[in-house]
Every structure is written in structure tokens, then in C-alpha cells.
């Protein structure tokens, strides 16, 4: 032992530290005083080694506690500041919206936006399960139209070009739910009267080129019949005919011949066959949504501007999932579009229309309904006879009382205004600019495109400002899926401005007193003025 040395006997204190050993100090001595006395320091493992054998441990019973004790013992309750994530049957947050999966109810609320023709949007309050024709007759109301007749709501996709008119049956917060959040697509508010104008004219819509050659028609059942019969059970024909398609990742369009059937859509691998080694599937009609493709010249470089695209319901707004089509002409791609929302839709699109036409019975009034009648169904009468009326049946003949009747009314209504007690102002010249088929001053082509976007029925017009003569204005009228367009002259009279379109045989006061008269009496036109082409502003 050396000096100053201490003799340590046995231990006196132990202490634990981290880790799977202890430090042993003996005699109870600090660290300070080791460090400074120089005392020894030795590790010793926690569990020390023992020779009495380990015993397991044996369960006890715990006393429970009662009520009171444990109100004593327990801390004091914190109101839970967010119920709503403990209770979600009293909540307003819907289950799963937290983590990305939104579930609704038919009962759940959202703000659809939808927008006008004049950039213009509104906001609207709907209830789940709204569907297009709701949104509609809720816009209606509130923009307070004057009509409830063929309006439609378009889902846009500004950036890829692509428009579609829903169906009245389409619930729009489902299909809001699909667009991409930081996307551009937005709904639109327009008139679309060619929405079952297929059912009024279904030949104008098939033709006999395109028609599928089934076993119907070479029974000697005509094509008119067959599409009538088959329309009315909720289907179409099978349609056949060339397309020009884009390849996929490629700018080049190819001439391609496609089969439109309830199982899908085929192409031919060789020319026009139809033997099943030669058909090709390309799509299933149940998963897809087909648009109509606008500026399809400048975007997708096509050979024409009568384009149109398949496109997934379920993908967002992505160029690369686009199956681009191109027609040769407007009747082809209108007559492809039709046959597509037949197939998908059935019988659907069939209720629809028979329920459109329903609630335009209901507020069309007996008056109006008269003159909603069919071209066909008119006939010429001559009332000059002290007999009583009788059916003109020479088609000459009836065509000269038209004419005559025609400037009859033409004399009588100048008359009228030029009277010494007439009003000055009862009919200002102006009025036109407050009618809903004026334009103003939009050039040709926009008037064509207006056009189109509502339809291109017969007898869709409207009225514009001529850019390239002055004080002059153009009728644009639509006939058989292709815009005409009509120049009026004004011109003076006994000191009174006056309005023409056949060099002064029938002149008018305004063209308020214009487009009257060709509503009634077709003149010089392919067909009488029916609906007018209106913007709306929400």
C-alpha cells in the first residue's frame, strides 16, 4: 500500500449511471475528491452476479378504485377544442376530405361557377346530386331570360380547344370534381338548339352515305324508316365512313376508315373491309366523352376545322390522352357526334328530349304554339270569296297570293308611320340595338362562329353592322348546317330612311319590322327566321 493511500474494506454507496454499467465509490467519496485524492474507481454491471436462483414474478391483485377516488385523483377535463374529428356524424367536415377522398351526400352544398358569353361568371349554391338542366333553369331565374327553351351548359378547356355541351341527365359536381385543380376548365351558359334536333330531322343528321350496311335495308326497309324506328327506341344505326386521325406523339394525320357500334369504336386495317381479321378495337364508348375541337388549324394542325376528340371521363386536361378525329365536311362530323350520344346515352337521352319538349308545352301559350308549327303544315288560304276561306292547292298560285299579301302588309304598316298623327318617336330607328339578335358590329367570321357554338339549325339568325359598307347591316342566316348571309340597304323614300333585302319590292320601317316579316313570310329566304342567336350576360 503505498502512503496516503486509503484501504477500502467494502462498499459503502453505489451510483447508477447511463449506460449498462455503475460506478462504485467507496466510503461515500464525491467525484471531486477522487480527481483529487486520486482514488481509485471500478465498474461493476447493474444485475450483480448472485448464487440464489431468480423467482418469477407472481401477479397481484390490484384494489379497484371507486367513483369518488377516482374523480380525486384524475386531472382536470380540457373541453376538446376540435369535436368535429371525434364526432363526425354532428360534423360539417366530411370523413376523408381531410386525406384526400371527399365523400358526399345528396344533401352536401357546393358553389359551381359558371360563366356568360361576355366573360362575365356567376356563383351558384347547388345541392350534390344538381344536374345540368338544374344548373340551367337556376341561371334561368337569375339572369332572368326570357326564355327557357335550349339552354346548355358547356364544359370549356380554353387551353386544349375542347368544348362539350352536358347532357340535361349530367351531374355537374361530379364532373366538377374531376378537372385538375390549378386547371383552366370552367362551364359555360349558352343556347344550343340542336340539342335533339336529331329527333325532328333525323335524315338531315344521317345520311344515307354513312348509314352501315345491315340486314334492315337490304330487306328493303328504307333508311329514313330505320333511323326513325331506331331513334324512338333510344339507339342509331351503325355509322361507317373516313377519318382523318392523328397518331399518337406524331403531327401527321392519317385517312383512316372507322365503325361506330353500341360494342365500341372499329377501325379497318385494310381500306374500307369490314371482315372481323381486318377490324381493329380502338375504344369503348363507356369510358369515354367526345368534344368538338375549336382553332383545331392553329392547335393540332388539322387537315380541316371540322375536328372533334375522344377524351377519358376520368383523366384531367391532357393533350396526350386525346384521340383527335377529322371530317371532311360539317354533316359528316355532326352525324359522328349524334351517333356517339346515342350509343352512350340510349334511352336516357331519349327521356330527355321527350321532357325538354314537356316544359316547353307547358309554357308556351296557344298563341305562340301557332306559330311554332311546321313549314309543312301551313297552307295558303283565300279569304276574297263570300263563301268563307277556301285551301289554295296551285302551288303557283299560292306562291303569287304570298307575294301579294306580302306587299299588301308592306303598304299598310308604311302608311301607318307616315300618318300626320303618328307618333314621332314610336319607333325610333335604334331599336334594333336593344333586340337579342343584334350584334353590332362582329365581323363575319365571329357571326359564323356563333353560330355553330348554338347549333346551326335552320332558321338560326342574327343581325350585324356591315364592315364593308357603310350604314348597312347583314342578316346571317343558318340553313342545312351552312351560314348564308344577307345584306340589307337602307335607303331613302319621301324624305323617310327605309330597309330592303330584294332592291325595294318589300321595304321596311326598321329591321325590328324586318325580322317580323321574314318570321312569318320566308320571301326571298331558303327558310322563315326562327331562333334568334342570342348572348347572354350572368
Request: proline share 6%; charged share 25%.
Given at each position: ?345 340510349g334511352k336516357q337521352l331519349h327521356s ?39 285551301v289554295i292547292q296551285n302551288p303557283k ?141 350572368l
Amino acid at each position: 500500500m503505498l502512503p496516503g493511500q486509503r484501504h477500502i474494506s467494502k462498499p459503502s454507496r453505489l451510483m447508477e449511471v447511463d449506460g449498462l454499467c455503475a460506478e462504485v465509490f467507496e466510503g461515500g467519496v464525491g467525484s471531486d475528491d477522487l480527481v483529487c485524492h486520486g482514488s481509485t474507481l471500478s465498474l461493476t454491471p447493474l444485475i450483480p452476479h448472485t448464487s440464489t436462483p431468480l423467482r418469477r414474478s407472481v401477479p397481484q391483485d390490484v384494489p379497484r378504485r371507486t367513483k369518488k377516488e377516482n374523480k380525486a385523483t384524475q386531472a382536470p377535463s380540457i373541453p376538446n377544442p376540435f369535436p368535429e374529428l371525434c364526432s363526425p356524424s354532428q360534423s360539417p367536415v366530411q370523413i376523408g376530405s381531410l386525406v384526400g377522398k371527399s365523400v358526399t351526400s345528396e344533401k352536401d352544398r357546393h358553389v359551381v361557377r359558371v360563366y356568360g358569353e361576355d366573360t362575365l361568371g356567376r356563383s351558384l349554391c347547388v345541392l350534390s346530386g344538381a344536374t345540368a338542366r338544374d344548373v340551367c333553369h337556376m341561371l334561368v331565374q337569375t339572369a332572368h331570360c326570357s326564355d327557357e327553351e335550349s339552354w346548355a351548359l358547356v364544359e370549356l378547356h380554353p387551353s386544349l380547344g375542347l368544348e362539350r355541351c352536358l347532357e340535361d341527365h349530367e351531374r355537374v359536381i361530379d364532373l366538377q370534381s374531376s378537372w385538375p385543380v390549378d386547371g383552366t376548365t370552367k362551364f359555360l351558359f349558352r343556347k344550343n338548339y340542336a340539342k335533339y334536333e336529331f329527333f325532328k330531322k333525323p335524315m338531315l343528321f344521317f345520311p344515307e352515305s354513312m348509314i352501315s350496311d345491315s340486314a334492315d335495308v337490304s330487306k328493303g326497309v328504307s333508311s329514313s324508316d330505320l333511323v326513325q324506328t331506331l331513334l324512338q327506341a333510344g339507339t342509331c344505326p351503325e355509322i361507317q365512313g373516313f377519318l382523318y386521325v392523328r397518331e399518337a406523339g406524331r403531327k401527321a394525320w392519317k385517312r383512316v376508315y372507322y365503325f361506330l357500334r353500341r360494342s365500341g369504336l372499329y377501325c379497318s386495317t385494310k381500306g374500307s373491309s369490314k371482315e372481323p381479321r381486318h377490324l381493329q378495337y380502338v375504344a369503348d364508348l363507356a369510358d369515354l366523352n367526345i368534344y368538338t375541337v375549336t382553332n383545331s388549324r392553329k392547335l393540332y394542325t388539322a387537315p380541316s376545322e371540322h375536328t372533334f376528340c375522344f377524351k377519358s371521363c376520368s383523366d384531367g386536361a391532357r393533350s396526350q390522352d386525346m384521340k383527335l378525329f377529322c371530317a371532311e365536311n360539317e354533316q359528316t362530323k355532326t352525324c359522328w357526334i349524334t351517333a356517339f350520344r346515342l350509343f352512350k346515352y340510349g334511352k336516357q337521352l331519349h327521356s330527355n328530349y321527350q321532357l325538354s319538349q314537356s316544359g316547353v308545352r307547358q309554357q308556351v301559350s296557344p298563341r305562340d304554339a301557332k306559330g311554332r308549327e311546321d313549314e309543312d303544315s301551313l297552307v295558303a288560304m283565300d279569304f276574297t270569296g263570300k263563301s268563307g276561306g277556301r285551301v289554295i292547292q296551285n302551288p303557283k298560285e299560292a306562291e303569287n297570293a304570298e307575294q301579294e299579301e306580302g306587299q299588301a302588309w308592306r303598304k299598310r304598316e308604311a302608311l301607318r308611320y307616315t300618318l300626320p298623327n303618328a307618333p314621332p318617336g314610336s319607333r325610333p330607328s335604334s331599336v334594333h340595338q336593344t333586340q337579342p339578335w343584334f350584334h353590332g358590329g362582329v365581323s363575319r367570321c365571329e357571326a359564323q362562329r356563333l353560330i355553330e357554338e348554338q347549333g346551326q339549325v335552320d332558321g338560326m339568325f342574327l343581325i350585324r353592322e356591315s364592315r364593308q359598307h357603310g350604314q348597312c347591316y347583314v342578316l346571317s342566316l343558318c340553313y342545312k348546317l351552312k351560314t348564308k348571309h344577307y345584306l340589307v340597304i337602307p335607303f331613302e323614300e319621301a324624305g323617310r330612311t327605309y330597309y330592303t333585302m330584294d332592291d325595294g319590292e318589300t321595304i321596311f320601317i326598321d329591321l325590328l319590322q324586318l325580322v317580323e316579316f321574314y318570321q312569318i313570310n320566308r320571301g326571298i329566304l331558303p327558310v322563315r327566321l326562327k331562333h334568334p342567336c342570342v348572348r347572354v350576360a350572368l
